[in-house]
């Protein structure tokens, strides 16, 4: 990863060849196109993955048939005002975590249940989002939430509870994050996912600026 200015931090996830996709989706590869060394005269390499390879943000449209694609998302719910929260221990994020945090809330949450910097392989066993607890955060004014874990929903979810209850408040989704080493507080947040405006949600660059540095 580039160097970043004194207080700016990136909490993208990067992407190695094989980095680990969800089981079941494509592996995440940079395979060669041209090479200079066999006589091309630029050196290019293609890309094959999945949209929710590392840090990634989920359009309303993959959970719900009717719901906005990415494209339809405005660019700005990504920048912003936001808090990042470290979470105890356990399978789910509760609504309790929010009792614990002062007023107001700013409109965007990132969530550190202790996800590593680099993941070597898929963490099947990760902290999950109770509804309960988006459901609160709405009520707070809350309108994206982000995680370090590969989803809000466990890995052997069916029903996709977590899912649907940010289906039913309208707050977006961003997961993957890489939030190893980030102290809890208030930061600026810009996430730029890749335009994939007919997609279900896109890989994104996810970086934490100090607070107050965009209006």
């Known amino acids: 990863m580039p160097d970043l200015p004194a207080g700016f931090l990136d909490v993208t996830r990067s992407l190695p060849n094989f980095h680990p996709n969800w089981p079941g989706d494509p592996p995440f590869t940079v395979t060669p196109g041209a090479r200079m060394a066999q006589g091309d005269t630029v050196n290019t390499g293609v890309i094959h993955t999945s949209t929710h390879t590392g840090t990634h943000v989920d359009a309303p449209w993959h959970y719900g048939d009717d719901a906005p694609k990415l494209g339809q998302v405005p660019l700005e719910r990504y920048l912003g005002e936001c808090r990042v929260v470290h979470t105890p221990p356990g ?73 649907h209850a940010f289906l039913d408040t309208g707050i977006l989704i961003l997961e993957g994050l890489n939030l190893a080493g980030v102290e809890p507080g208030d930061y600026t947040l810009i996430c730029l996912p890749l335009p994939l405006s007919e997609a279900d949600g896109a890989p994104a660059r996810a970086v934490l600026l100090p607070a107050g540095l965009l209006p």
């Open 91 to 163: 399978a789910f994020v509760t609504a309790e975590l929010l009792d614990q945090l002062p007023d107001p809330l700013p409109p965007r949450l990132l969530l550190y249940t202790g996800q590593p910097a680099h993941w070597l392989t898929f963490p099947e066993d990760f902290t999950a989002l109770n509804p309960a607890f988006v459901y609160a955060a709405a009520r707070r004014g809350v309108r994206l939430i982000g995680t370090d874990s590969p989803s809000v929903d466990p890995l052997t979810s069916k029903t996709l509870d977590a899912h």
